[in-house]
């Protein structure tokens, strides 16, 4: 290849073209990172790493600003989405390669990427106008009913249910990061041999008794690293839960309180962040959670890589 | 109760949870876009295209300017992120194919396709709206790029690579340099598969909001001045969701009904495409 290259001018121009163009990628990473320290480091000369990250402050009329909210509404989204959205997701894997008629295999692959080409905003229009009404009648008042009087779980619903909580869009993250656990589990336990599932029948298993002992166990890096990469999605997610957490700087026990995430607090305020130190601490939020994503991502594309690495041998 | 009934009572429960969880994805989808089809449609007029809004709580108008906006600046995004990301996609799978700085670009993209977008919001602020000192269109344009070069990259590298060596061998026996192999063969092979990847990264950044936010912003005129704030369909409907009046709220509905449909219609289009020609 680099042979060729070589010997025609119009060929090596055009090959340094190229090599530019896919350089972008790198450039692109480094100059984020790069942009979001410069213009935190305001932020982090006043407030330093550790107490911005642990404290609990988000007072721009004092210009007193800390990220543990932002995180915390960030990480306890994420993780009962998670909660939510895996085993559906897994469920969803299952019925496709297992239980459902051939016939059905298409149309509903089709539906999982119809569900996953969704805008973010459009479910966190849908969630304002329609879930949040619904989760404030019906659903909450329901579940306070049930749990409230209970010790421990009791504090998760406690509170007046307005709709606008946390409940409600970790509910949306969920629906919307289906879709990604779904197709990869889908396509992990496809790869599983056909013969080992052959073998496991032959010795009397039952379907369910294959699913949970031969794919799941062959698939489960292939599994793992797309829930990984689901984590990363919602992470990011901005547009759907922007409507329905509220944007309120505090911790917070009951799942019926609003809340706030980084990417909430980023698209309320950043546009109207008046001085330099609010805009800085903003930048610096910014930051925590590019690193936030790009660990949890790269996290996800090593199990992803290794489970590739496994089926085609 | 026998091993064998447990064991069969077992399996049964389980496949039943999953074709429940299958039915509960199901039932979402048809939730979501059910929703935003009534609701879409009864606030759909033709006003909506041909009128600029009206100001607040004054009933009328419509989204002429996000709907001209919103076209200017995924066009735009296109013309930049496409000709990027066809280009270093061609770069890893052709004159650095195998070689180890191919694979880690190529990881590195599929990371770069997960970054939370509205973080790339942030970095365009910070690298052309502030120094220009205001809001502007080519900013949002580029922040949608960002998004769409890894995209377009990642499947060009792809499509690339399924078009058989031998195919290339053909070419550079008959004396072809490699430009000229892959211009007009490996690209000719490929065709289909790229255009596919484009329409779907299209359909990827025409819904995204967030990097808009403090790129592009929003402008309640008509503007096709790209140096110049531009309004977005997906800004206003944030805007007009989250705003008091009624007659916003029917225009939001209306909005995304029209870009909901238009994304669909391109990634079903674009898997019509894929299933059609590689199966």
């Known amino acids: 290849m680099a042979r060729t290259a070589k010997k025609n001018p119009v060929d090596a121009i055009f090959s340094v073209v190229t090599a530019a163009a896919s350089f972008t990628v790198i450039i692109f990473i480094a100059a984020i990172l790069y942009e979001l320290v410069h213009e935190s480091s305001p932020a982090i000369a006043r407030f330093g790493i550790w107490k911005f990250l642990s404290s609990t402050d988000w007072n721009p009329v004092t210009e007193s600003f800390g990220a543990l909210t932002n995180i915390y509404g960030t990480v306890l989204t994420t993780f009962l989405s998670l909660l939510m959205a895996?085993?559906?997701?897994?469920?969803?894997?299952?019925?496709?390669?297992?239980?459902?008629?051939?016939?059905?295999?298409?149309?509903?692959?089709v539906a999982i990427e119809l569900l996953a080409a969704i805008p973010s905003i459009i479910y966190g229009m849908w969630g304002l106008f329609t879930l949040s009404p619904i989760m404030s009648k019906y659903i909450e008042p329901f579940l306070k009913k049930i749990f409230s009087g209970l010790p421990v779980v009791g504090i998760l619903f406690h509170g007046t249910p307005m709709g606008i909580d946390i409940l409600t869009a970790s509910i949306i993250l969920s629906i919307m990061i289906i879709p990604f656990t779904a197709s990869i589990s889908r396509d992990s336990f496809n790869l599983t041999p056909a013969v080992v599932k052959e073998s496991a029948y032959a010795l009397g298993a039952t379907k369910w008794e294959v699913v949970k002992n031969v794919v799941i166990p062959y698939s489960k890096v292939g599994v793992f690293g797309g829930i990984v990469l689901s984590l990363g999605r919602a992470l990011g997610e901005t547009?759907?839960?922007?409507?329905?957490?509220?944007?309120?700087?505090?911790?917070?026990?009951?799942?019926?309180?609003?809340a706030a995430t980084i990417t909430v607090t980023?698209?309320?305020e950043f546009a109207e962040a008046d001085n330099d130190v609010y805009l800085s601490s903003l930048f610096?939020?910014?930051?925590?959670?590019?690193?936030?994503?790009?660990?949890?991502?790269?996290?996800?594309?090593?199990?992803?890589?290794?489970?590739?690495?496994?089926?085609s041998r | 109760m026998t091993r064998e009934q447990t064991r069969k009572i077992e399996g049964f429960i389980a496949l039943l949870l999953?074709?429940?969880?299958?039915?509960?994805?199901?039932?979402?989808?048809?939730?979501?876009?059910?929703?935003?089809?009534?609701h879409g449609i009864k606030a759909l007029n033709l006003g909506l295209f041909v009128n600029d809004p009206t100001p607040p709580g004054v009933e009328g108008g419509g989204l002429r300017n996000a709907f001209v906006g919103q076209l200017l600046i995924t066009v735009c995004a296109t013309l930049i992120g496409v000709p990027v990301g066809v280009l270093g996609g061609t770069f890893l799978a052709e004159y650095?194919?195998?070689?180890?700085?191919?694979?880690?670009?190529?990881?590195?993209?599929?990371?770069?396709?997960?970054?939370?977008?509205?973080?790339?919001?942030?970095f365009i602020y910070a690298i052309i709206v502030r120094p220009v000192g205001h809001f502007n269109g080519w900013a949002g344009a580029v922040a949608l790029s960002i998004i769409m070069i890894p995209v377009v990259l990642r499947t060009t590298e792809d499509m690339l690579s399924l078009v058989p060596w031998t195919l290339r061998e053909a070419a550079f026996a008959l004396g072809a340099p490699y430009y000229k192999v892959i211009t007009q063969v490996v690209y000719r092979g490929a065709a289909t598969g790229i255009?596919?990847?484009?329409?779907?990264?299209?359909?990827?950044?025409?819904?995204?909001?967030?990097?808009?936010?403090?790129?592009?912003?929003?402008?309640?005129?008509?503007?096709?001045?790209?140096?110049?704030?531009?309004?977005?369909?997906?800004?206003?409907?944030?805007?007009?969701?989250?705003?008091?009046?009624?007659?916003?709220?029917?225009?939001?509905?209306?909005?995304?009904?029209?870009?909901?449909?238009f994304i669909l219609l391109l990634t079903l289009t674009g898997r019509l495409i894929i299933k059609w020609r590689y199966k």
């Open chain 1, 239 to 258: 547009m759907a839960v922007a409507f329905v957490l509220g944007n309120n700087h505090r911790i917070t026990t009951s799942l019926f309180d609003a």
């Open chain 2, 18 to 38: 999953s074709t429940l969880a299958a039915l509960l994805g199901l039932f979402w989808l048809v939730f979501i876009l059910g929703d935003v089809l009534v």
């Open chain 1, 284 to 311: 610096y939020l910014a930051l925590v959670l590019f690193v936030m994503s790009f660990i949890t991502l790269a996290v996800a594309k090593f199990f992803l890589l290794r489970a590739e690495r496994k089926y």
């Open chain 1, 86 to 109: 895996i085993p559906v997701a897994i469920g969803i894997a299952v019925f496709v390669t297992e239980i459902s008629p051939s016939f059905l295999k298409g149309p509903i692959g």
């Open chain 1, 266 to 268: 980023l698209a309320n």
């Open chain 2, 195 to 261: 255009l596919t990847g484009i329409l779907l990264s299209i359909a990827r950044v025409a819904g995204e909001t967030a990097p808009l936010l403090f790129t592009s912003f929003n402008n309640s005129f008509f503007s096709v001045d790209m140096n110049q704030p531009v309004a977005s369909l997906t800004v206003t409907i944030f805007q007009y969701a989250m705003g008091p009046y009624d007659n916003w709220h029917e225009q939001a509905w209306a909005a995304s009904f029209v870009i909901t449909i």
């Open chain 2, 96 to 122: 650095a194919r195998g070689r180890k700085i191919a694979r880690l670009i190529s990881i590195l993209a599929d990371i770069m396709v997960s970054v939370p977008s509205i973080v790339i919001g942030t």
